[in-house]
């Protein structure tokens, strides 16, 4: 298998390169190579699918982890070699120069910790026809008040997402166009990377992977098939959601195949807060009330409210549990706490210091 670019140099990106800034190399080289503006320039469609295909790598996360896994053992042109995979003397190939390229197969990478599938996860297996791709999938993140996700209940989201052009059924045609048999791929529909016995299957960058081409693109989609439309979700919510939850919806995702997850965001509540399947309040109370004990009207998670006795004496800081009236999952519920705090005067009047000075002497308190 022969070495493939280095996809840094691809872009122009150093290691460091963020997200971002592999996304906007990637926009402006493709806008400079793409085939559309440079008719007859058979370079430019090659630079294309070179770009294409270190983007696909460089933009996923995982991907791009196990990208640099593998470069760091001389798995790329441009980056470091690593002896025991190429096939130096004793190998049965002949030793070049350092700067002639690494060439190996899957089986060179096996006594590397199983560097072997993390290349075949990357690219593909050498002899498959092409690497699957998968389906679409679109992913959010939904922001959720803090009693739908202790509760349950439904809440409407609006995603960008991908579906089939109206104009031209997906077929990338305006109106009367004809349609032939895409030049750059011989109706494939995918285009191939590297050199040797290795290749990676990519979709043509010209047909978009269709394998044929229109005489004239659709004036609605510009020949891609699809246009981009705001899809409208209803989504249950289940009881008992944290922070972080992940749900996948089937079939809800672009072009309606591929799945729809989203990652929950709940929004912090002004009276509530959160402990496990127990919800905690704080509610004020003044200096009497912790002193001499009282009776306060306390909201439960469901909007209902209880009558909660305070006893005399009453320090801050102290809770008192209503059963029953916490979070339920899973056959479980839990409890409500309800934790005073005792409210002090900023101020005093000079009645106001007397009597309590009269009460610190009367109690034995220093002051």
Same mark, same amino acid.
């Given at each position: 298998m022969a070495a493939t670019k280095d996809y840094y140099q691809v872009l122009g990106v150093p290691e460091t390169a963020t997200?971002?800034?592999?996304k906007r190399a990637f926009r402006r080289l493709a806008k400079q190579h793409h085939p559309d503006r440079n008719p007859g320039k058979p370079q430019a469609a090659e630079r294309f699918k070179e770009i294409n295909e270190a983007h696909d790598v460089l933009s996923d996360p995982p991907k791009r982890k196990q990208y640099d896994q593998l470069r760091k053992y001389g798995a790329f042109a441009g980056a470091?070699?690593?002896? @025991?995979?190429? %096939?130096?003397?004793? =190998?049965?190939?002949?030793?070049? /120069?350092?700067?002639?390229?690494?060439?190996f197969d899957l089986s060179d990478l096996g006594s590397f910790g199983g560097l072997g599938d993390l290349f075949s996860s990357i690219f593909g297996k050498r002899g498959e026809g092409r690497m699957e791709e998968a389906e679409d999938?679109?992913?959010?993140?939904?922001?959720i008040p803090f009693r739908v996700a202790a509760l349950g209940g439904k809440?409407?989201?609006?995603?960008?997402?991908?579906?089939?052009?109206?104009?031209?059924?997906?077929d990338g045609a305006a109106p009367g166009a004809t349609i032939s048999v895409c030049p750059e791929c011989n109706g494939r529909g995918t285009i191939s990377f590297g050199q040797g016995g290795f290749a990676v299957n990519r979709p043509c960058p010209v047909c978009r992977g269709k394998g044929r081409v229109p005489s004239t693109?659709?004036?609605t989609c510009q020949g891609a @098939?699809?246009? %981009?439309?705001?899809? =409208?979700?209803?989504?249950?919510? /289940?009881?008992?959601?944290?922070?972080?939850?992940?749900?996948?919806?089937?079939?809800?995702?672009?072009?309606?195949k591929g799945d729809v997850v989203v990652q929950f965001q709940v929004e912090?509540?002004?009276?509530?807060?959160?402990?496990?399947l127990d919800v905690v309040c704080t509610v004020p109370i003044n200096l009497a009330q912790a002193l001499l004990g009282s009776k306060i009207k306390v909201r439960t998670l469901e909007g209902r409210h209880v009558l909660l006795k305070v006893p005399p004496g009453t320090p801050h800081g102290q809770r008192f549990r209503i059963a029953g009236q916490g979070i339920e999952k899973n056959g479980r519920r839990g409890d409500q706490y309800v934790e005073v705090r005792v409210e002090i005067p900023d101020r005093l009047t000079p009645e106001q210091q007397q009597v309590v000075r009269a009460f610190a002497e009367k109690a034995g308190l220093k002051y």
């Open positions: 997200v971002d800034e592999i470091g070699r690593y002896g @025991g995979a190429g %096939r130096g003397p004793g =190998r049965g190939g002949g030793g070049g /120069p350092a700067d002639s390229g690494v060439e999938e679109v992913e959010a993140t939904v922001s809440v409407p989201v609006t995603l960008p997402m991908a579906e089939v052009c109206p104009t031209c059924g997906g693109r659709c004036g @098939g699809e246009v %981009r439309v705001e899809k =409208r979700l209803i989504i249950t919510v /289940p009881p008992g959601t944290e922070d972080g939850t992940r749900m996948r919806l089937k079939g809800q995702g672009a072009k309606g912090p509540d002004r009276f509530f807060r959160r402990e496990g």
